[in-house]
């Protein structure tokens, strides 16, 4: 399997951050249409249907309460319009609606760090954890940014470029639901969970 470099790590203030070449899509354009896959432009067009299907599973599930205490994070419409500025960011995963049997409908992570960059693209990186979602920012609406990326895994330094395996694929949208909140809504992601919704909170 092919795979392209796009991850360099650089020593700031005593801490890591992930930076990304311009290899991430195949064409250099701010039209996420032009690049999406097939596949993603269905996730993307069902975004709604997927997330209000893993609320009534993890719901169904006992998880009422959990959801509940999320506030905005879990309501599906409500994005307030405004875009993510850059920085670092505390962001937690909630994984809502189990992709299989025996799979659980709800589970909330701890925050793990996470950057926004717009050096020379809007880039998003997921900068800790054994799931790394990273990747293009691109304007759609007032309401929201769309997010196509790939993910990596575990103790991978190198990730392939979208659109080269589907299964790595990332696709969703950052929205602002409160006073510097935000959150990334992954709908459909391939493995696990039904809907992935990132809390997104400047650290």
């Not at 962001?91 to 809502?96: D, H, M, P, T």
Request: glycine share 8%.
């Amino acid at each position: 399997m092919r795979a392209l470099p796009i991850l360099a790590l650089a020593l700031l203030a005593g801490c890591s951050t992930l930076r990304q070449q311009p290899t991430m899509v195949p064409q250099p354009t701010n039209d996420w249409r032009r690049v999406a896959t097939d596949d993603d432009h269905d996730r993307l067009r069902k975004w709604r249907t997927a997330f209000v299907e893993a609320l009534a599973a993890a719901r169904a599930a006992g998880h009422g309460a959990e959801i509940a205490a999320q506030g905005a994070l879990l309501e599906p419409d409500a994005a307030l319009g405004g875009f993510i500025p850059d920085g670092l960011y505390r962001c937690r995963i909630i994984k809502l609606g189990a992709k299989a049997d025996g799979m659980l409908d709800y589970i909330a992570y701890p925050a793990f760090r996470c950057s926004v960059d717009s050096a020379r693209r809007r880039h998003f990186a997921k900068l800790t954890g054994s799931q790394r979602p990273l990747g293009i920012l691109f304007p759609d609406s007032q309401l929201r940014e769309v997010f196509l990326g790939t993910l990596v895994l575990g103790d991978e330094q190198r990730a392939l470029q979208y659109g080269v395996d589907e299964t790595r694929d990332v696709a969703g949208f950052v929205e602002r639901i409160g006073d510097r909140r935000y959150r990334l809504l992954m709908p459909e992601p391939h493995f696990e969970s039904r809907l992935d919704v990132m809390e997104l909170v400047p650290e």
